[in-house]
């Protein structure tokens, strides 16, 4: 019987921690198989990528997240216990919720408000020598993620808010200060955001109908009771923190405007679909998500691999978005391959696989691709810029990574 390759060795997590998103592609590339089992932080874990990986990762009967997650992502990233957490119906149900607040006419109601703030944005950075795309895009989006969720925000508060959104992002792969400062940001934003679902549901502030922060302080479990406060908070801040996190595509979308110049005039004509496959290249080929985990619920055996109760499973995203079986030149950027692309829910992963309303893929992808795609139409139609000389590099032993100078632009000039 075929064996699957285990990694030789007590610990490899170190070497994680050096080769950050390339871990698994460098051993699925060393031991020619899309599944190896190694050892991370003392325990038995089974790495895999691709396609045929993801379509087995998103299989309810096989894994679970519960458990999943390490703790310190919890405390950081996801918030302890939410959603990502979550399986079965109680997940299924409240996954309904969050799609709900992403309609066609809400992402356009987002939309239009990040358009907006970008014209108002260029009116100011015209006066300024150089603005740091990254930390404009973050405030930018904080702003109009706590306006169309429905939570208020004052204009002094914006840049600390934003600050903490970010922060909580930025500790998922960190030990030491780095993960102490997204602890930190995520217990302010909590005790902020409980606050105002507990003066809502008070009646000291009024929540549009409709709105996340609304539906959030009233939503009711599969038992007919509402979340407690402090969940409905941890969930709410699932809703715009991420919105925040786009600022990273935006910065990896201007850089790759730079390295591509040929693509501005294509993106200036405006074309929906030419924009829309540049967004999507930006967001297969650059690097944020690294890969996700579940657990296995009961054991079963696939490709050689005994996949034991218990046992933690990873799967590839970076990998699998650059996985020559599927992307001809994988590690090029080439937008115009999304014109023949399949739409598999499987090859194209960089915000999860399946169908999202089935499984834990990102209910915001649609919201995630309009911002982008607006963000890219306001850099090429609406400014123009200078770029100076900067550290574009990013590192991919970093997770999260981006551009070290956060993309640097001069000379900013309405059209
Ligand atoms: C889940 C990536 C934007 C809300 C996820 C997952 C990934 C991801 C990889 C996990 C999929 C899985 O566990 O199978 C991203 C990236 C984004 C982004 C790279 C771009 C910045 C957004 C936006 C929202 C959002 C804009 C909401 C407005 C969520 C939620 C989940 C999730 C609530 C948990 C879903 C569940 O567990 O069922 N995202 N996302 N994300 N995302 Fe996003």
Redesign the pocket.
């Known amino acids: 019987k075929a064996r699957v390759p285990h990694e030789e060795g007590l610990d490899h997590t170190i070497s994680l921690i050096r080769e950050g998103y390339l871990f698994i592609s460098n051993r699925v590339k060393e031991f020619g198989s899309d599944v190896f089992v190694t050892r991370l932080l003392g325990q038995d874990v089974i790495c895999m990528s691709g396609e045929e990986a993801a379509k087995l ?2 299989d309810p009967e096989k894994f679970q ?1 519960k458990g999943a997650a390490p703790k310190r992502v919890q405390e950081t990233l996801f918030g302890v216990n ?3 957490s ?1 399986d079965g119906e109680a ?1 299924i149900h ?2 309904l919720l ?1 799609l709900s ?2 309609t066609p006419p809400e992402q356009k109601r987002l939309v239009k408000l990040v358009k907006d703030e970008w014209k108002k944005a260029a009116a100011r950075w015209e006066k300024l020598e150089k603005v740091v795309l990254f930390d404009a895009a973050k405030e930018i989006l904080c702003r109009c ?1 706590c306006e169309w969720a429905g939570v208020p925000l004052k204009q002094s508060e914006v840049k600390e808010r934003a600050e903490d959104f970010s922060a909580m992002v930025d500790a998922f792969g960190a030990v030491g200060p780095r993960h102490w400062k997204g602890r930190l940001a995520r217990n302010r934003a909590e005790d902020w955001i409980q606050g105002i679902i507990e003066q809502v549901r008070s009646g000291e502030l009024n929540a549009v109908e409709g709105t996340a922060l609304q539906q959030m302080a009233y939503h009711k479990e599969l038992n007919g009771q509402m979340l407690d406060s402090h969940m409905a908070a941890v ?1 709410l801040i ?3 923190r ?2 925040v ?2 600022s ?2 935006i910065v990896y979308a201007a850089l790759a405007l730079y390295e591509h110049p040929e693509y501005r005039e294509i993106l200036q004509a405006g074309g929906k679909h030419d924009v829309e496959m540049f967004s999507n290249e930006v ?1 297969r080929y650059y690097p ?2 690294p890969f ?1 985990g579940a657990r296995v619920k009961r054991n079963f055996e696939w490709n050689g691999c005994e996949f034991q109760e218990g046992m933690l499973v990873l799967l590839d ?1 970076y990998g699998t978005n650059r996985d020559a079986r599927l992307w001809d030149s994988p590690d090029e950027f080439r937008p115009e391959r999304f014109r023949t692309w399949n739409e598999s829910l499987y090859q194209f ?6 169908d ?1 309303s089935k ?7 649609g ?2 691709t309009e ?1 982008v795609k607006v963000s890219l139409d306001f850099l090429v139609n609406d400014i123009t810029y200078e770029v100076p000389e900067q550290e574009f590099s990013y590192s991919l032993s970093r997770m999260p990574t981006y551009p070290e100078s956060g993309f640097i632009i001069g000379q900013i000039r309405r059209v």
């Open positions: 990762f998103y997240r939410a959603i990502q979550m997940h409240r996954k969050f607040l992403m993620a969930e699932n809703v715009l991420p919105i996190a786009i990273t595509f967001r944020f998500g996700l995203i992963i960089p915000q999860g696989g399946g999202s499984g834990h893929r990102c209910p915001g992808e919201i995630t911002i």
